[in-house]
Nanobody
Framework: VQLQASGGGMVQPGGSLRLSCAASGFPFHAQAIAWFRQVPGNQREALICVSSSGENTYKQDSVRGRFTALRDNYLNTVYLQMDNLKPEDTGIYYC????????????????WGQGTLVTVSS
């Protein structure tokens, strides 16, 4: 299983950014993918999970209405569309998955991408 996150960068408050997570090595269309964020000194926190059918499960109320997880089963890629970004969204963003991942659970999946840094600052 390989996950490759990309698309991070610096953006001003109120701006938008789209992260990508390219996946391989497993039946992508049948597996949920979760996005996590880590701020230095803190644990990784789950933000949002997208099921195999594309349904979003939010894990943090702070991103509800601003973040959306999308998937393209032809490109084996999951996206995290982030709008109205705030300075507190700054962190390293990871995509993660494992066989049988259920978006309603609160587990740390087995497989992780390498992370991509998002900085929200004026």
């Amino acid at each position: 299983v390989q996950l490759q996150a990309s698309g991070g960068g610096m953006v001003q408050p109120g701006g938008s950014l789209r992260l990508s997570c390219a996946a391989s090595g497993f039946p992508f269309h049948a597996q949920a993918i979760a996005w996590f964020r880590q701020v230095p000194g803190n644990q990784r926190e789950a933000l949002i999970c997208v099921s195999s059918s594309g349904e979003n499960t939010y894990k943090q109320d702070s991103v509800r209405g601003r973040f959306t997880a999308l998937r393209d089963n032809y490109l084996n890629t999951v996206y995290l569309q982030m709008d109205n970004l705030k300075p507190e969204d700054t962190g390293i963003y990871y995509c993660a998955t494992e066989r049988g991942l259920y978006c309603g659970s609160n587990v740390y999946p087995r497989y992780w991408g390498q992370g991509t840094l998002v900085t929200v600052s004026s």
